[in-house]
Nanobody, 119 residues
């Protein structure tokens, strides 16, 4: 069974920083893209940042210059360093990975971790 387990969320004041981690485990053959999405109350889930297996990255405009995504392929882990946090960054953050499990490629999601930024 494949799992994506996130950690690192919490409560922080505006201007502060948090670092999210997400570790994939199970019968994984290969991980292609990994990413972070977020969903605020009453809003749709949106892409925050993504990273390929060759470390090519992309970011949503609203986090460019503040957030950095990285990954450790040896540990099947993706990170999101969040700096200069704003109250509007408050959301549940979800880890995503597109990967081969056995002979089938599929998209997988973590359970989410709450990030709350106070003003």
């Amino acid at each position: 069974q494949v799992q994506l387990v996130e950690s690192g969320g919490g409560l922080v004041q505006a201007g502060g920083s948090l670092r999210l981690s997400c570790a994939a485990s199970g019968s994984i053959s290969r991980i292609y893209t990994m990413g972070w999405y977020r969903q605020a109350p009453g809003k749709q889930r949106e892409l925050v940042a993504g990273i390929t297996s060759s470390d090519s990255t992309n970011y949503a405009d609203f986090v460019k210059g503040r957030f950095t995504i990285s990954r450790d392929n040896a540990k099947n882990t993706v990170f999101l360093q969040m700096n200069s946090l704003k109250p509007e960054d408050t959301a549940v953050y979800y880890c995503q990975a597109f990967m081969w499990v056995g002979i089938t490629p599929s998209n997988y999601w973590g359970q989410g971790t709450q990030v709350t930024v106070s003003s």
